[in-house]
């Protein structure tokens, strides 16, 4: 988990409230990534960022945003639209490979575990 | 389309006895496979991956994998298990379709090892 950070660790909303989930990294990783995850169905992509002001859907966007403003930091909001928001949500940030090998990895932080009242 | 399968919910193994975590790959084109390990409540912790070269991959924690392209496999092995292994093993491979590196994760194995 070192060098990236999530809070907070545990976090209670009620329905139709917007929520915001921070990660930081000071790792100098260019791309960042949030997930969420479910029992029993591993980690699905949320959004994804490769640059600063960038950002780009994954698998399940819908009820979700996210901003990109600093390179340290990918802030993901939970909005009253998802409509199943309760989840453990998971930031990662990609450590680049060798150009042009394809090798890079992904690196996690500690995660948020949200909780609907 | 890329996926990976784990075939097994969970694993349970008795301490000292050598363990295998199960992972088969569906890819086009060289695989980039990997293999995470989850504590509870924490977040995902790299082990190991599969380049290319040797089939044989050593990772963290005296992990070991075999990747099998014969078998389109890539399990997990520990020759001598821990109590403190005892956690959520996730297999991945890359999306080689994807500009961003996106990866794509298994359901999870909960591997179980009793004293």
């Known amino acids: 988990d070192g060098g990236i950070t999530q809070s907070p660790k545990y976090l209670f909303r009620k329905e139709g409230q917007n929520v915001t989930l921070s990660c930081e990294q000071n790792?100098?990783?260019?791309?960042m990534y949030w997930y969420r995850q479910d029992p029993g169905q591993g980690l699905r992509l949320i959004y994804y960022s490769q640059i600063v002001n960038d950002f780009q859907k994954g698998d399940i966007a819908e009820g979700y945003s996210v901003s990109r403003e600093k390179k340290e930091s990918f802030p993901l909001t939970v909005t009253s639209a998802q409509k199943n928001p309760t989840a453990f949500y998971l930031c990662?940030?990609?450590?680049?490979?060798?150009?042009?090998?394809?090798?890079?990895?992904?690196?996690f932080g500690p995660g948020t575990r949200l909780t609907v009242l | 389309a890329q996926s990976v399968a784990q075939p097994e919910d969970q694993v349970n193994v008795a301490e000292g006895n050598p363990l295998t975590v199960k992972c088969t790959y569906s890819v086009s084109g060289n695989p980039y496979l990997f293999w995470y390990v989850q504590y509870p409540n924490r977040g995902l912790q790299f082990l190991l991956k599969?380049?290319?070269?040797?089939?044989l991959v050593k990772g963290s924690y005296g992990f070991e994998a075999e990747f099998n392209k014969s078998q389109t496999s890539f399990h997990l092995k520990k020759p001598s298990a821990l109590v403190s292994d005892s956690a959520l093993y996730f297999c991945?491979?890359?999306?080689?379709?994807?500009?961003?590196?996106?990866?794509?994760f298994g359901s999870g194995t909960r591997l179980s090892i009793r004293p």
């Open positions: 991945a491979v890359r999306d080689v379709y994807s500009s961003a590196s996106k990866i794509i």
């Open positions: 990662a940030s990609r450590k680049p490979g060798l150009a042009g090998d394809r090798t890079d990895t992904q690196y």
């Open positions: 599969y380049i290319t070269g040797d089939n």
């Open positions: 790792l100098n990783h260019d791309a």
